[in-house]
């Protein structure tokens, strides 16, 4: 495994860079139309307030991904609070200090009230360097490690401090019934779920970067890593059908599995295995009903890529981004979660026989083909868009998550 060209990712074509500008316009005017043809259609899932949902949904979503990279160069006042100090050294106090486990016990807590469901931890080592991104995929300016005491965005590269050699990698869970709309291909309720969520992890990234500096130490954000891959090493879930984590309790509904490299001391945490990618061999759930067929139907995953465009060095199915980024981009808003909604360890938390199953299939996959003919006999999966404008709202609040249910 090599260092990863980032910029190979969202450009279909096959050099680095070459055109991408172009095609971005072009899907963001084929978009608007898409858009405007859709609404005028009035079709279910594909009305004005429809689409006011994912609009709304999008706010605080920055399209800028790196301003949470050199967050501590900004100028711009990131803590509003009167008499407030940026870090405990302008104060003349000293650094926060605990050991690793001390450490990651603490970030467990913070992070779980800033809104992680899940937070886990590893130190950079050389195999897990290679995991860093060569170059971004915005403009080709490479990721290089200097002595540096805060990351920086420079004319010719991005700067990541050499004592940044910890890695805390936390996950935002989309709202499950919101994605389980996404099977309605004409509709955007579906890509509302994946909106919202990347809303809440730019949120998250700015409250995560301020409280590891008022401790003393500092962050790089903006995920200049594969967050799926430090996902699985961290011990958060395995890598599925769809290329992307499934966890063991919310299944694929994660958004994305947020990184940040940060200089203070935390431990490194194993991978998990519980029948996640056993299931997936004969499940195949995600690629049939794939409305771009971007998911591989092969029963065995393979060290082989669809194109430049995977990165490579690991033993998976990959995904084909040249069919997929122009479906998500051209016809669907930019946000088709259709896979994730799908996915059968996707699941509501009220439907405890997915405990059950999801047990047996960490012992055994000899059930697998079982639980997935049993997964489409239920219609899990299948929401109407009229189901989510006419579902019951429980006026119960979580106070210890902040979060209505």
């Not at 469901?117 to 080709?140: C, T, Y």
């Not at 509709?187 to 969520?197: E, I, S």
């Not at 998250?204 to 970067?209: A, D, P, S, T």
Request: hydrophobic fraction near 35%.
């Amino acid at each position: 495994m090599k260092r990863y060209d980032k910029r190979l990712q969202f450009n279909p074509s096959k050099e680095p860079g070459n055109g991408y500008a172009t095609l971005a316009a072009q899907w963001a005017a084929e978009q608007r139309q898409d858009m405007i043809t859709r609404v005028q259609s009035n079709k279910d899932g594909a009305t004005l307030k429809d689409l006011g949902v994912v609009l709304a949904s999008s706010y605080g979503w920055i399209h800028d991904a790196y301003s949470y990279f050199d967050f501590y160069t900004k100028t711009s006042p990131r803590v509003i609070l009167p008499g407030a100090f940026s870090t405990p050294q302008e104060a003349g106090l000293p650094k926060y200090q605990g050991s690793p486990e001390e450490n990651a016990k603490m970030i467990r807590a913070a992070f779980h009230y800033f809104g992680a469901a899940h937070v886990s931890f590893q130190e950079l080592d050389d195999n897990r360097l290679k995991m860093i991104f060569a170059n971004d995929e915005a403009n080709g300016k490479p990721y290089v490690f200097e002595d540096a005491e805060v990351p920086s965005v420079e004319k010719d590269r991005y700067v990541i401090p050499k004592s940044y050699k910890y890695v805390i990698s936390y996950l935002v869970v989309q709202n499950m019934f919101t994605n389980k709309t996404g099977e309605s291909w004409d509709g955007y309720l579906g890509g509302a779920a994946v909106a919202k969520a990347y809303s809440e992890l730019n949120f998250m990234q700015g409250r995560v970067l301020t409280f590891l500096r008022a401790l003393g130490y500092g962050g790089a954000g903006s995920n200049p890593g594969h967050v799926n891959g430090f996902a699985v090493l961290g011990g958060q879930g395995e890598l599925g059908r769809a290329n992307l984590l499934i966890h063991p309790v919310y299944g694929m509904v994660g958004r994305v599995p947020n990184m940040v490299l940060t200089d203070l001391p935390v431990p490194t945490e194993s991978p998990i295995e519980f029948g996640a990618m056993r299931f997936c061999k004969t499940c195949k759930k995600c690629a049939e009903l794939c409305p771009s067929n971007s998911i591989s139907l092969e029963t065995e995953p393979s060290w082989e890529t669809t194109g430049p465009w995977n990165a490579g060095g690991v033993k998976t199915w990959y995904a084909d981004w040249k069919t997929c980024l122009p479906y998500r981009n051209m016809r669907y808003a930019g946000l088709c979660g259709n896979c994730q909604g799908v996915c059968v360890f996707s699941k509501f938390d009220e439907a405890n026989i997915h405990n059950i199953i999801k047990g047996t299939v960490a012992a055994t996959g000899i059930f697998s083909g079982f639980f997935r003919n049993m997964d489409d006999a239920f219609g899990y999966g299948n929401l109407s868009n009229e189901d989510w404008w006419n579902r019951e709202i429980p006026n119960k609040y979580d106070a210890t998550n902040g979060r209505w249910w």
